[in-house]
């Protein structure tokens, strides 16, 4: 009996551990920057990201490109260190490193042992693509014919049209619908991407996250560290509001593939939006939540019509999309679209039930913890919580945020800001017509 006591107390307690939510810090480091650090000694591992107001969304617009060359060279020569030497350096000591990049960040991030000689050769070669890049020409000249090759082999894939005449559509000329093409990439010079960085990568918009095993005094000079010789900035750090009523409206490209891709949508939510909770549980009803989702139940297993379908909302800075997206089989495309679109329009309509509210509630929260089960999703968190002036409390606060989602804030959410009538539709791999009118 004494044995199943113990055993239950430590089922308890590693249940109560594995639920617990890391302890965010936050300061402004004397450069400017803003840092949030999880302190975790579990693993001697080490991870840092350090974002920026530097996506795509940044792009002039007659220089469309620019951020994401810019982003990608910063491990592609130092002031102090060759490309080559980079990576050398990197490998020698296990370190991995990234850029990564979206319409609203870009940065570079890094994952290294916390013993100090690794940790501090990591750092040193972090501080010197994040402060010093040069952007040498020669690299950007291969640069340019690679992001060139990946356009023109992207241009033939109906996945890459479907997604690029979907943004134009539902964005128009704003920055979160903008892409660069060929031509654009080409005009691209090294003067370009110099300014770009003087503008964008400043000290003073940056957002250090580190999680991992160093303390509070190890955290704060490490963020000086990489950030301290930052250039000043003074680029935008805001992208302009989407225009949010677009009007409906139907593309149907033409393509070789045996599928047709379907997307429809309309501009949705942005990362602080009041609704953002009730839509985020509602959309898992809609079309988030796998097989236990009304648009997989409706397309998939009553009819077979595509072997996925789903939704969900896109939240940045400003309004990101709402979309809606499946593949099938050209000669059922138009009826899988005509159900697509009856189902999200009696969602709407009718709302979701008690019933269907609280099971989607409960696979949320029992998932939560498999969002926070490793440094890097931690580190993630960090960032997306620094850069977009989310609560500390943010991890905290989830699972009775969600929890205390009502069907009325559901079905309330959805009518004032999801309209069917008003959605783009893209279908690439469109049906081929016979000369009586109907698809072949």
Partial sequence: MFARIIALFLLSTFAATAWATPKIQHWQSASGAQVYFVEDHDLPMLDVAVNFPAGSGFDAADKPGVAELANGMLDLGTEALSEDEVGRRMADIGAQYSNFADPDRAGMSVRTLSSARERDAALAVLAQMLQHPVFPESVLQREKARVIAALQEAATRPESIAAKAFGKAVFGTHPYGEYAEVADIEKIQRSDLEAFYRAHYGARSAVV?????????????????????????????QIAPVQMSIQPSEQRIAHPASQSHILIGAPGIARNDPDYFPLYVGNYIL??????????????EKRGLAYSVYSYFMPMQQAGAFQIGLQ?????????????????????????????????????????PLRIDSNRKILEYLSVIGFYGLP???????????NAVTVAQVNGAFKRRVHPEAMATIMVGAPEMTGNGSAK
């Fill in 392 to 402: 500390l409390t943010y991890l905290d606060d989830f699972v009775a945020r969600v």
């Fill in 328 to 368: 099938t089989k050209k000669e059922q495309a138009d009826e899988a679209l005509r159900l697509a679109r009856e189902t999200l329009r009696e969602f709407v309509e009718k709302g979701v039930t008690p019933a269907e509210l609280q099971a989607a509630k409960d696979n949320i929260v029992n998932g939560f």
């Fill in 209 to 237: 996250a580190l999680m991992g095993d160093i303390t509070r005094a190890q955290a704060e000079a490490i963020a000086q560290q990489l950030t301290a010789s930052l250039p000043p900035g003074g680029g935008a750090t």
């Fill in 287 to 300: 079309g988030g939540g796998g097989f236990v989702s009304r648009l997989m139940n409706e397309i998939r």
